[in-house]
């Protein structure tokens, strides 16, 4: 009875999956280790907390739109790897535009809640944090997407099972360093 | 100008996913900043070390589930019912397994990497044990918190696949921190 579940048994499924989650929970670490190493400055800062879980996934979300667009052109035998390749700079001005109001709604979103929670940032600073660390993440997922797409191409690799759960994973590890890194520049 | 046509175009497919998953982020994002979250960062080393983890792998986890429900729907292998059906129990007992299993790593994780650098941490069972809680929690409610959306969605006629990983990161950081805030008040109460 248990023959004919082939990919829907239990075990195949934890045995697939178990050992990535285990290797992505080690490299967040990483990320991990960023927050818990300037814990002072952001629990001084409840501002900057605010920003955290959406820096977290947001690069992911945004690499994840554009690696689908170049998976989906890589199988259509559209996609050319060349800076003269017209659709691919549409498609990250797109992502850049959409970085831009996201990042932008983040921070003026962060400061009035964090009116609500406690003493208030700067709005100027939390714009600059918010925004300056949203366009340098969305430049990252650009580039790693387009890193991506093309050693996956080169390898014959299916693009929609690598590239975009590597793309996302690891710009979700680089939210909060990039995040981290250019809040104490301005602060 | 063809090329800001298709730029407008892209940008309006996706503004309203990325804006669920910005409503999302920024409601855990309040509860992070809270002072009773500010309080347990200090009192317990290690949690603001293993939430980036904790997070991302709700996404991993759920994800993968959603996108498989919503495969066995479009295939027929599955019903969009709520009844006993092999391959659902086995896909639900998976997801928990993983989803627990992963949380309950990460809380011995974030310990030993304390440990190794001689830093002050919260005691392995307190860890653990929120990271536990917190973990069987998040599962609960997104296994069938998703399962009542997907099949929802698919039996109105839209196709789940859109859906599924907006969903998925907004319903994780909500229901991910708020679970680690019962998670973290439990545990310091018991242990």
Known sequence: MTDDLGTWRFR????????????LSVLEMGSGYVLESLEATYLDNPTLLILVPVMIGMGGNLGAILSSRLSTRLHLGTLEFSPRDEQLW???AAIMLLAATVFGA?????????????????LVDLLVISVGSGMLLACLAVILSVAATYVSYQQGLDPDDTTIPVVTNVCDILGVVVLSAVAIAVL | MDARREVWRIYRESIGILGVSLLGGLFAGLVLGSDAMRAAFADFP?????LPAFL????NVYGAFGARISSGLHQGLIDPEFEFDERLLNAVVASFANGIGVSVFIGFLSWGILQALGRESARLAE???ITFLAGVLTSIVLVFGLLVLVFGSYESGYDPD????PIVTMLGDVFGVVFLYVAIVVVGVVL
């Open chain 2, 127 to 129: 860890l653990v044990g």
């Open chain 2, 162 to 165: 859109n859906l599924i990983g």
């Open chain 1, 12 to 23: 195949t499924i934890i045995v697939t999956m178990f050992p990535i989650l285990i290797a």
């Open chain 1, 106 to 122: 983040l921070g003026v979103a962060a400061w009035v809640l964090g009116r609500v929670i406690a003493e208030p940032m700067a």
């Open chain 2, 56 to 59: 991302a792998t709700r996404g």
């Open chain 2, 46 to 50: 290690g949690l603001l070390l293993l």
């Open chain 1, 90 to 92: 549409t498609s990250i």
